[in-house]
């Protein structure tokens, strides 16, 4: 454990069975934010109001601004290259002020954090409030958000806000490099988006005033499709192109808000489709979610769009997690980022609906990590990813069946690991991701997903889902970290797991493990078997009997509780066993050559 996380360990703001510790705590703001777009020019032009609340025992001086739009000035540092047309002027913050008083603001920094000075310090438990007017511009290269064509514009990360200060480390100063993800408070919106007319807004949190925005067919199959299965068409591109779903007033104004979440995000555009549906999420009292998807009417995945989020809802609402979807709306628009925003998913057309499919379920997945569990992602991107990654596998084997689901699984997020012998490939999980460069991707992904799924494993069903709702339980609406996650885990299943946590996330191992030897004794067979990579996985030892017939037997990783490198597994059986085999299955094993044996 670092030296600043026993220190939250200390303080009392953590504890060891799992939960919060008295003395826990976190900062909370309201945003009132209030933009301009006007497609096809590509200028956001915003204001808005922070009431930000210190709720922290510390007195702070100063106020950590993360402006996440300035990673397109050509001089701030990014994990990876671009293409000319990624890069912008960034944001120019026209005005700033502090209980009233202007304060200083240097747009030439090439850096997504800047400091504000307050006038006088924040005291414990007090509040302070921030008014700033902004402007940036779009950028035209592919990405998290930007421009998707000439009048259909994603827009995400568009709002200066007041950074995370924390239990643990204070301000988080880690500027965004354009790979690492984010790190935000809860916080409530009131969001404000103003269009030209004609122009339909999609936006993270519940839309106070469609019938001032929306003609009234169209307000009114909105209101309809809040408690209907099939979808109904909002608005048809025909629509779109009649010039007749909107007011007809020369701006609209469309309004939004959103509780206790972490961000907000919106897509506009005169010539998509919108699609809309509902799902009961919650079976105990009949909650509701509502589905939508704007999209260009040629692409024929997001006419599935609605229907698949539909299912993915429902299904993770009902089985993995098994906690209810906690926001009343999710968005899929088509864009270019494959990314995942609090009730929207900005998701690119793909030909294979069945991977389209496979994307909307990842992205979707992401809404209970990190959206209703505050990751830090920037530092602890497998608290998220992984998690995400685990769903789309255990959903995929709903969707299109075991073999299916366990091949794409296996090709896209494990083989690129489980053969790659790179030093950078195998360093500890809990390395945190601004120390990562090749290895980012698989520890964020493939391997904790493996380290969840043989958690699973050991646990069975039942008590992992305990274990698994402990964690969610405690920690929803706030900011766990890794040792969260462990203790919780722990005390949730009754069970000390350090050993399993210790062997997964601590070290740097891989999987590879070796039949060294087969005995014959009276009735039985003694396998010893060496783990060469060191990771406590699953496998089964799949024996061919003399008289050609077959037999499994599924070992845990709960065999490598004891003894790390080494096992024995006993087959007992009076028949003659011609072959045995080890198969890993989805945990791939990197050297394959030395997992069988023949009788002589």
């Not at 506009?268 to 009949?286: E, F, L, M, Q």
């Not at 339980?473 to 919780?488: R, V």
């Not at 490198?565 to 989805?586: M, N, S, Y």
Request: overall charge negative.
């Amino acid at each position: 454990m670092p030296r600043e996380i026993k220190k939250a360990y200390q303080k009392g703001t953590r504890s060891t069975d799992g939960r919060p510790g008295k003395n826990y705590w976190q900062n909370h703001a309201r945003y009132s934010i209030s933009i301009i777009v006007a497609p096809p020019k590509r200028d956001v032009t915003g204001t808005e109001h922070i009431s930000y609340v210190n709720n922290s025992p510390d007195t702070l001086k100063r106020l950590n601004m993360k402006v996440y739009m300035n990673i397109h000035r050509i001089g701030t540092p990014r994990l990876g290259g671009v293409s000319p047309d990624y890069i912008g002027d960034g944001v120019t913050v026209d005005t700033i002020k502090v209980n009233g008083t202007t304060k200083t603001w240097n747009n030439k920094v090439d850096a997504t954090n800047q400091y504000v000075i307050l006038p006088k310090p924040l005291m414990p438990h007090d509040s302070v409030q921030l008014d700033v007017a902004w402007h940036y511009q779009l950028v035209t290269g592919r990405g998290r958000e930007g421009v998707i064509d000439s009048t259909s514009f994603y827009i995400a990360y568009f709002y200066p806000r007041v950074g995370v200060y924390d239990d643990c480390v204070g301000w988080d100063r880690i500027e965004f490099n354009d790979a690492l993800e984010f790190y935000n408070d809860f916080n409530d919106y009131i969001l404000n988006v103003t269009v030209p007319k004609n122009f339909v807004v999609w936006a993270t949190g519940t839309l106070q005033n469609p019938t001032k925005v929306l003609q009234p067919e169209y307000a009114d199959r909105l209101q309809k499709s809040f408690t209907r299965d099939s979808t109904i068409h909002i608005a048809t591109a025909e629509e779109m192109a009649s010039k007749k779903v909107t007011a007809q007033n020369e701006m609209n104004t469309w309004t939004w808000t959103a509780f206790n979440i972490t961000d907000v995000a919106l897509g506009v555009s005169d010539t998509y489709d919108w699609d809309a549906a509902s799902v009961v999420v919650d079976d105990a009292n009949g909650r509701r979610a509502s589905m939508q998807a704007a999209f260009n009417d040629k692409s024929q995945d997001f006419h599935h769009f609605v229907q698949f989020g539909r299912y993915t809802l429902s299904w993770l609402s009902s089985n993995w997690p098994g906690v209810p979807y906690p926001f009343p709306k999710m968005t899929a628009f088509q864009g270019y980022a494959d990314m995942e925003y609090p009730m929207m998913v900005n998701d690119s057309h793909n030909d294979d609906i069945r991977f389209s499919r496979f994307v909307q379920d990842h992205e979707i997945a992401h809404t209970w990590f990190p959206f209703y569990m505050g990751i830090n992602e920037t530092k602890y991107g497998f608290m998220d990813e992984g998690w995400a990654t685990t769903y789309e596998l255990l959903i995929g084997r709903s969707e299109v069946g075991n073999e299916k689901a366990e091949d794409l699984f296996k090709k896209f997020r494990i083989a690129g690991w489980a053969y790659d012998p790179s030093t950078t490939e195998d360093l500890p999980i809990i390395t945190p991701g601004t120390e990562l460069y090749y290895g980012l991707g698989n520890n964020e992904y493939g391997k904790p997903s493996l380290s969840y799924l043989a958690l699973k494993d050991i646990l069975g069903d039942e008590l992992f889902k305990k274990a698994l709702h402990t964690y969610m339980d405690n920690w929803h609406g706030k900011h766990p970290i890794p040792w969260d996650y462990f203790n919780s885990m722990n005390a949730g299943s009754g069970k000390n797991l350090n050993w399993f946590f210790n062997n997964w996330f601590f070290t740097n191992g891989y999987i590879d493990i070796a039949l060294t030897k087969v005995t014959k004794g009276q009735g039985d067979y003694k396998l010893d078997i060496t783990n060469i990579g060191g990771f406590a996985a699953p496998f089964d030892v799949k024996v061919t009997y003399a008289d050609g017939k077959t037999d499994n037997f599924h070992q845990t990783p709960k065999c490598w509780e004891k003894n790390q490198k080494q096992t024995v597994v006993v087959i007992k059986t009076p028949k003659a066993i011609k072959a045995i085999r080890l198969d890993g299955g989805i945990f791939m094993d990197a050297d394959e050559r030395n997992n069988t044996w023949s009788a002589n």
